[in-house]
């Protein structure tokens, strides 16, 4: 009997062994494809991280090159300005040539490590444009001095801006390319493509006097026109790069600069200009030449230039200091499992009933939270109380993260709606123009440019607060004079769009007509207690096959409005 008691026992004994080492084997199991998980997971995010940063390096090359162009303008100017080009503005010209030119071969390194062919044909559009535009200033320069005119002298000045224009589409393309791959560089991207754009139209508004000033004759209206144009258009971007983002917030060092930039350009810089158009609009008698002017304009663009620098530099680091965390978190990670796995030899009915369990269900929260799925319910009771923390901390994450996209989604929204008027920004705007071209709309579609009359006169005669509320209103007024389905812009400070889609040029006229009378129906009331009677200038533009076609149309109808006395409508008519 005790025989047979004692081989029982050891058979029990057996079993449960056997059973222990199963358990055993299972909680082994379990905890190292745990520990894969969570390692994979950082290495992914190690991954990302790298390539995030390769991608902004190559991004930042695109924006280098963009702004050797850009650049290169200012020598270009001068050689065309100068009678007879002196060997230091030849010497000059051919540097930043040559700058341009380095910057190119790195642009095609950059684009050559992305398999989309599309970019290398837009590179090589890109520079093909430039080409042209080096051999008309070429042309111009060697021309005789008396055989330059006011003309010729914008036809180089227009080259140089087209070749500037091609490749900062080739930069657009390639920031919504790399937003949609990578999320977190968006306030880098987005504040290296406004400071991008304000760069340009910078240099835009400072080349309308080039050529008055390279002939020392009087400034034309167009000039001026282009000049007003492009400071409102600097007025908008520069509000754009108020917009809050987590760069701007955690580094006090870009405020700075963005503060210097301020300064230097908007207050010293467009002073300047103002000096300049001021003598420009009498006799033509010019303080300085073009190439004086354009040493002291430039100066004041560097710290724009610092600016997108450090905007870049900043989302570098953050990056580096994510991938070096994600690296380090993997290495944690797996030392935290392998000793998890030495104590569960030990101690397996303890981590399979009480420890395991709420460890997988801790992992599968936290990809819930990767994969931005809010954790699933669980069974809090079945828990030991040492994992309570850790779960009021994921849900913690969990209701942070939430207002994290929430806050996403916001930012996102005021990246495509003007602040002040609460209508589509240009940006949005040109998501609808996008649009538009892509499903083959723009030869149905109508646009009508509105520039309110006298707007800086208001501005300086009742003060800025006054300005906006003349914007507003006008921004109401004409959002209750179209259809829903029409799309409402602001396309600068004083400057709206509508677009107005299945319908005719006389249907569009007539919209306009319509909004002229309304806004000079009867003067507004201002919240000081004054009025002011508003009223505003209209083209109309329709049957264009493109979208520069279509705006160029509106914008001569438009130009027609103001010269023949404001307060009107002019449709395009062809000529």
Same mark, same amino acid.
């Given at each position: ?15 449960? *062994? ?19 998980? /969570? ?24 924006? &280098? ?6 650049? +290169? ?34 642009? !095609? ?29 070429? +042309? ?15 036809? #180089? ?7 500037? @224009? ?69 007025? #908008? ?13 955690? =580094? ?15 207050? +010293? ?10 003598? #420009? ?7 300085? @030449?073009?190439?004086? $002017? ?7 663009? =560097?710290?724009?230039?610092?600016? =997108? ?40 009915? $303890?981590?399979?009933?009480? /420890? ?7 992992? @599968? ?17 079945? $828990?030991?109380? +040492? ?21 996403? !989604? ?5 990246? /495509? ?12 705007? *040109? ?19 509105? @520039? ?7 501005? &300086? ?6 300005? &906006? ?7 109401? =007024? ?47 009331? /201002? ?49």
């Amino acid at each position: 009997m005790s025989v047979a008691t004692d081989h029982e026992g050891a058979l029990a004994a057996l079993r449960i *062994e056997r059973r222990f080492r199963l358990a055993a084997g299972i909680a082994i199991a379990c905890l190292f494809v745990l520990g894969v998980a /969570l390692t994979a997971q950082s290495h992914q995010r190690f991954r990302r991280a790298a390539s995030s940063i390769l991608d902004l390096k190559d991004f930042r090359v695109l924006l &280098d090159v963009a702004n050797r162009i850009a650049a +290169e303008s200012s020598p270009a100017h001068n050689a065309m300005a100068e009678p007879v080009p002196t060997a230091e503005v030849r010497a000059a010209l051919d540097q930043v040539r040559a700058h341009v030119d380095k910057g190119l071969a790195h642009a !095609r390194d950059a684009i050559d490590r992305d398999p989309h062919e599309g970019w290398r044909i837009s590179l090589r559009a890109a520079e093909t444009d430039l080409a042209v535009a080096r051999r008309l200033v070429d +042309e111009i320069r060697a021309a005789p001095a008396d055989t330059r005119t006011l003309a010729s002298i914008e036809v #180089g000045i227009q080259g140089m801006f087209r070749a500037g @224009d091609s490749f900062r589409d080739l930069v657009r393309h390639r920031a919504s390319h790399l937003l949609q791959a990578h999320e977190d560089l968006f306030p880098a991207i987005f504040m290296g493509m406004a400071l991008l754009e304000f760069r340009d139209h910078a240099g835009r508004s400072a080349a309308s006097l080039v050529g008055p000033l390279a002939l020392r004759q009087p400034i034309p209206l167009q000039n001026l026109a282009a000049l007003r144009r492009a400071e409102g258009r600097l007025a #908008g971007l520069w509000n754009l790069t108020e917009v809050p983002n987590a760069l701007l917030d955690s =580094q006090p060092g870009l405020r700075r600069l963005r503060q210097e930039t301020e300064q230097k350009f908007l207050g +010293e810089g467009l002073a300047f200009v103002g000096a300049i158009v001021d003598e #420009g609009r009498g006799s033509g008698e010019y303080s300085v @030449d073009v190439t004086e $002017y354009t040493r002291r304009i430039v100066e004041t663009f =560097q710290p724009i230039l610092r600016l =997108q620098g450090a905007t870049i530099d900043a989302a570098e680091a953050k990056l580096a200091r994510k991938r070096d965390l994600a690296l380090l978190m993997a290495g944690l990670t797996m030392s935290v499992v392998l000793g998890l796995v030495i104590v569960a030899v030990g101690a397996i009915l $303890y981590v399979q009933r009480r /420890l395991l369990k709420p460890l997988i269900q801790a992992r @599968d929260d936290v990809v819930a939270l990767a994969h931005e799925r809010s954790p699933a319910g669980r069974d809090a009771a079945s $828990y030991a109380r +040492e994992f309570s923390d850790l779960f009021d901390a994921i849900d913690v994450l969990d209701a942070h993260l939430q207002e994290r996209r929430a806050m996403t !989604r916001e930012l996102r929204r005021a990246a /495509l709606v003007d602040g002040l008027t609460g209508l589509m920004n240009r940006r949005a705007l *040109e998501d609808e123009i996008a649009r538009l071209a892509k499903a083959d709309l723009i030869g149905k579609t109508c646009l009508i440019l509105i @520039d309110v009359d006298n707007f800086k006169t208001i501005n &300086d005669r009742f003060g800025h607060a006054a300005g &906006d509320q003349v914007a507003r209103w006008v921004a109401v =007024q004409i959002r209750s004079r179209v259809r829903a389905s029409d799309k409402v812009a602001r396309f600068g400070g004083d400057e709206f769009a509508v677009l107005i889609g299945d319908a005719s040029l006389a249907d569009a006229a007539a919209v306009a007509e319509d909004l002229c009378r309304t806004l000079s129906a009867a003067p507004l009331d /201002l919240s000081g207690g004054q009025e002011v009677r508003v009223t505003a200038s209209f083209g109309v533009g329709s049957d264009a096959a493109t979208w520069e076609d279509l705006l160029e149309r509106a914008d001569s109808a438009l130009y027609r409005s103001k010269n023949e006395g404001r307060n009107r409508v002019r449709v395009w008519s062809g000529s």
